[in-house]
């Protein structure tokens, strides 16, 4: 017999006859309020003392004591009630539930705090992590379905920056900051127990989920709300092989829980189920016949499927994480109350993710002004892995010693480093002929000018697998007339126009490639196709590509070659000047520029009115600067600032005219 067992008997033996009924059936309100499993009055009627502690330590566990104390108290037997409140704090002081509960707590606390607060880069070597704190950034997330019409918007824009300042500058409930807002009641007061938080691949997920555990244990949110936060990720999970019960699931990840106050208190338990979209099983498990409750050992795939179905610890909150192709296979089994998803970086953001990574301001700057003077590159990094790609090349480059841009020159290196980023962390189900059809669909999409595609087009071209390709896809739902109907995008049409190139350069054959390079002469559409599929010919750019992606550019070559003579000839070439630079900008091949240079432009190079950026003027200057002689340079109608100007300052000694 255990101490407490010992001190419940020497209290009670200090009741005599009509006493001791009067406790029994006190007991009953009394396990209303603790919400403690019933002991029928059957087994209490006739029951001794001995007998009662027994079925008291069986049904009340932890609670006993504080339910004896309470029942004592009910029959006006305050002196026993003390007795028992002085021997539960000096005997069995370590059995109290609140000091048990508050020892469990802190220390499960100090194990999560210790597990979060360090993580890990793309290209961390064994045994090398980074705070926490140095990598994650407050990311926009939306509480609604973005309607039809603000998605288009944000594609056709290559947006999402500009979006993304217009959600942050609203004053609504939609938009929130603070990941603890997502778990908020709603308009009718109502408080979310089922959560879906979706997002592409890159955009900060698991690094959400890890910022709640870590701000969890550090007492920075949910105190009082959650007494326990659970992080289960659906890869892991898939490797079990053996029968186990979600009881163990917890108690086989983290030592020093308190299980019986679990079980007790589900609604204060917080579970955050990471990456549905790689879950093998399906959730349509039938288990009945099978053992039920937390403890019920079953196939992790009945496990999982009750806790996500709510048939087990149904008082509990869940948050599950997914891409958005995942979204619908979820919503078949599982009853959603909210839906958020995670937008990314808004501006103030991005410049917030350099200053912490880089620990040197300067060197900060240096990285920042990188980005916000590549216009594709900025409107890219709202996704945190192009963020990490940026920073990360630049800082390999400062500790070289070379120039910064270096090893990261052109828009295709940058996203080419983003799909091989994807391919490796992200693309665990990509098979290698995903990326010819994604390719295929793309340069489709890019001459009808189709930014969104429809649920039966990827059906067909995938044959019903598109999770294989939502590593580059993101979902949208939307209502139509009477039905709710789901359509996907590109994660950014600079990477829907990379895809095409990809495919224009690897499964075209010569005369097809040829054919679309003569439709890109009329069709402006066309351009920042063609444009990667210079920047795709640089070897530079080539060692990025991921081996499963082979580009023969043995003719592709002089087809490019071809067509920039013919683009310089067109009829159409004043309107897009500033376009073929720029190709000549992404091959980076000085021999190659310097013959198209001395072909057309050594006389007069000129570019209608409108604004040149920072990356337009490097382009001018880095063409310029491979050629002998410009006659004249002419930008007279255009708009430069200061900067701009400094940039071109350096080549003009070259220009004998400058206007």
């Known amino acids: 017999m255990g101490d407490k067992e010992e001190v419940l008997i020497s209290i009670l033996d200090e009741l005599i006859g009509e006493e001791l009924k009067r406790f029994k059936f006190s007991l009953e309100s009394i396990e209303m309020k603790y919400a403690c499993q019933h002991i029928p009055r059957s087994k209490l009627e006739h029951a001794q003392v001995t007998d009662i502690v027994s079925l008291l330590i069986d049904h009340y566990s932890d609670n006993a004591i504080n339910m004896v104390k309470d029942a004592l108290i009910h029959i006006k037997k305050r002196d026993l009630a003390d007795q028992l409140q002085e021997k539960a704090e000096t005997v069995l002081e370590e059995l109290h539930p609140k000091n048990r509960t508050t020892v469990c707590q802190e220390s499960y606390k100090k194990e999560v705090k210790k597990k979060y607060g360090k993580t890990k880069d793309y290209n961390s070597l064994p045994g090398e992590w980074v705070d926490f704190d140095k990598r994650f950034t407050k990311l926009l997330i939306l509480k609604r379905h973005p309607n039809l019409q603000e998605r288009e918007y944000e594609l056709q824009s290559r947006g999402h920056l500009e979006l993304r300042e217009t959600y942050k500058k609203k004053i609504d409930e939609d938009i929130c900051l603070q990941v603890e807002d997502v778990f908020a009641s709603d308009e009718n007061g109502e408080i979310p127990s089922t959560i879906a938080l979706q997002g592409p691949a890159g955009i900060g997920k698991t690094f959400t989920v890890n910022k709640i555990m870590f701000d969890w244990a550090s007492n920075n949110i949910f105190q009082g ?393 490097t382009v001018i200057k880095y063409c310029i600067e491979q050629c002998g002689e410009v006659r004249s340079l002419d930008l007279l109608l255009c708009i430069l600032g200061e900067e701009e100007v400094k940039v071109l300052v350096e080549v003009l000694q070259k220009c004998r005219c400058f206007s």
């Not at 720029?582 to 091949?589: A, R, S, V």
Request: a negative charge; hydrophobic letters at 40%; aromatic letters at 10%.
């Open 225 to 617: 709300k959650f007494d326990y936060v659970f992080h289960f990720n659906f890869r892991e999970l898939n490797t079990i092989s053996c029968k186990v019960s979600l009881i163990e699931l917890i108690s086989d990840r983290h030592s020093n829980l308190n299980l019986d106050e679990i079980l007790a208190r589900p609604e204060k338990l917080l579970f955050l189920m990471d990456g549905f979209d790689e879950w093998k099983f399906p959730l349509d498990q039938d288990d009945s016949g099978l053992g039920k409750g937390e403890c019920s050992k079953q196939p992790v795939a009945i496990t999982v499927s009750r806790l996500l179905k709510r048939k087990i610890f149904s008082e509990s909150t869940l948050l599950i994480t997914m891409r958005p192709a995942s979204l619908g296979t979820l919503e078949e089994s599982v009853t959603l109350q909210r839906c958020a998803e995670i937008l990314g970086f808004s501006a103030d953001e991005i410049q917030e993710y350099v200053f912490n990574y880089f620990p040197d301001k300067e060197q900060a700057a240096q990285a920042l002004n990188y980005i916000k003077e590549n216009e594709s590159v900025l409107t890219l990094c709202f996704v945190p892995v192009v963020c990490w790609i940026v920073c990360e090349v630049i800082k390999d480059s400062i500790e070289r010693g070379e120039e910064i841009t270096r090893n990261l020159k052109t828009i295709t290196q940058v996203f080419v480093q983003f799909v091989r980023i994807l391919l490796k962390y992200h693309g665990n189900k990509c098979p290698s002929d995903t990326i010819h059809k994604l390719g295929s669909l793309a340069l489709a999409g890019v001459r009808k000018h189709q930014f969104l595609f429809q649920e039966e087009e990827l059906e067909k071209l995938f044959s019903n697998h598109i999770q294989d390709a939502s590593a580059f896809l993101d979902k949208i739902l939307f209502k139509q007339n009477l039905s709710c109907r789901s359509a996907y995008h590109f994660l950014h049409l600079s990477i829907q126009e990379l895809l095409a190139a990809m495919f224009c350069v690897s499964g075209m054959s010569d005369e097809e490639r040829n054919n679309l390079l003569c439709e890109a002469l009329d069709n402006s559409c066309f351009f920042n196709v063609v444009c990667f599929m210079f920047g795709l010919t640089n070897k530079n750019t080539q060692a990025l590509i991921p081996d499963s992606i082979v580009l023969p550019i043995s003719v592709l070559r002089t087809q490019l070659e071809n067509w920039m003579n013919k683009a310089m000839t067109s009829s159409s070439y004043d309107s897009y000047v500033l376009e073929l630079l720029n190709c000549l900008f992404e091959i980076q091949d000085e021999e190659f520029v310097r013959k198209v240079m001395e072909y057309r432009y050594t006389d007069h190079l000129a570019l209608i009115a409108g604004y040149l950026n920072k990356h337009d003027c």
